[in-house]
């Protein structure tokens, strides 16, 4: 199972917007409506952002939005603010032998 | 509040074993799937096993299937991880994670650190 693929970097002003794609194949993203995507400061624990492609879990702000299209699912940051600047990764399921598989991971600079 | 605190982790050498702990609270245990994530030190995230509420399903990532065991003990409120044969490529920040809302992680504990090497 290879790691879904996302772009190592992004980049934005703040107040801009910003957004990163994650490219897997039919049997993962293509799949399934389960998309998932986690924000990660350093040396901090990961903090879930988006599930089922496009849901916020209850304290995430409506600025972080998730969408899919095909294999390839979005995650958009508006309004960028300094404390978004962190490592983003998506997950996705796979229903396969090997069920979750993560993205790459993409560093955020604001 | 819900949390998770891992141990467990340390030095061991190649070919050597280790068993983590989650200790779980703040929560129902027993109604969640749980799992286990890694992160190699500087690289990305890997999922490497979860388990059902009642621990009748588990399923592995193919790189530790037959060498790991993921495990829990809803009486305890904990889940566990054993690891047999370890190698270098194991090296990494064991987190666990709660299955909290539909294929995805919601609470995160801190990690414990494996290290492999002679």
Known sequence: QSALTQPPSASGSPGQSVTISCTGTSSDVGGYNYVSWYQQHPGKAPKLLIYEVSKRPSGVPDRFSGSKSGNTASLTVSGLQADDEADYYCSSYSGSNNPYVFGTGTEVTV | ?118
Do not use: H
């Not at chain 2, 200790?23 to 190699?40: H, P």
């Not at chain 2, 060498?67 to 194991?90: C, G, H, P, V």
């Open chain 2, 1 to 118: 509040e819900v949390q998770l605190v891992e141990s467990g982790g340390g030095l061991v050498q190649p070919g050597g074993s280790l068993r983590l702990s989650c200790a779980a609270s703040g929560f129902t245990f027993s109604n969640f799937w749980m799992r286990w994530v890694r992160q190699a030190p500087g690289e990305g995230l890997e999922w490497v096993a979860n388990i059902k509420q009642d621990g009748s399903e588990k399923n592995y990532v193919d790189s530790v299937r037959g060498r790991f065991t993921i495990s829990r003990d809803n009486a305890k409120n904990s889940l566990y991880l054993q690891m047999d044969s370890l190698r270098a490529e194991d090296t990494a920040l064991y987190y666990c994670a709660r299955e909290g809302v539909p294929r995805a992680s919601d609470y995160w504990g801190q990690g414990t650190l494996v290290t492999v090497s002679s």
